[in-house]
């Protein structure tokens, strides 16, 4: 049991699209990644999704639409929604979602990771 | 769909301790509430809570210690743990935890409320 300060993890690490986690809360784990450029088109059958923009702003492209999203910001995409985020600039994200979730969802390929403690 | 400014939210109401919801991720709520002054002792038998600080300074005592949070900071109430949050000033909070949950925990009395949408 310990506070988390979401900035000094941010600190840890600097690679993206790899998810780190920093918090379990039931059955999800509070995760951050930083993001930049473009990921693949995939959807989570099972898991809804939430990001919230810490640090700078994030495109979230939809079938239907783009969601942009600012600092202090977030959006929950719902599970079997296809997306696929887009950095222009770096992100730092904060994602919460159920533990089974797998970043690239749907889909595994080369950016499929397997998110850690940090 | 659509995305969610927290401020902007914040600024729809004005009433302490009455959490708001403002998303809905699976199983659980994302809700935000404005605190000042004490709250009760409680726990929750069976819901983590998570409290993210978006404004100010909140104090949650524990039997065993207390935990500060500021601003950028999060905690996680794990379930069973007797909690009491305290707020000198104002604290704007972003809380998630499980649909199930009452804000008073295992305690009802004057200062339980159901939360609704905004």
């Known amino acids: 049991m310990m506070k988390i300060n979401i900035a000094d993890k941010f600190g840890l690490f600097s690679d993206y699209w790899s998810p780190k986690i920093v918090g379990e809360i039931n059955d999800s784990y509070v995760k951050l990644v930083k993001l930049k450029g473009e990921f693949v088109w ?20 939809l079938r239907d639409g783009d969601i942009r999203i600012g600092e202090g910001e977030f959006f929950i ?13 770096e992100v730092h994200v904060l994602l919460l979602e159920p533990k089974t979730t797998l970043n690239t969802g749907n889909v595994r390929n080369e950016r499929t990771v397997e998110a850690e403690w940090i």
């Open 77 to 89: 995409v719902p599970k079997g929604v296809e997306h696929m985020p887009v950095a222009d600039d």
């Open 42 to 61: 995939h959807s989570h059958e099972n898991e809804d999704e939430m990001f919230l923009v810490v640090k700078g702003r994030l495109l979230i492209k």
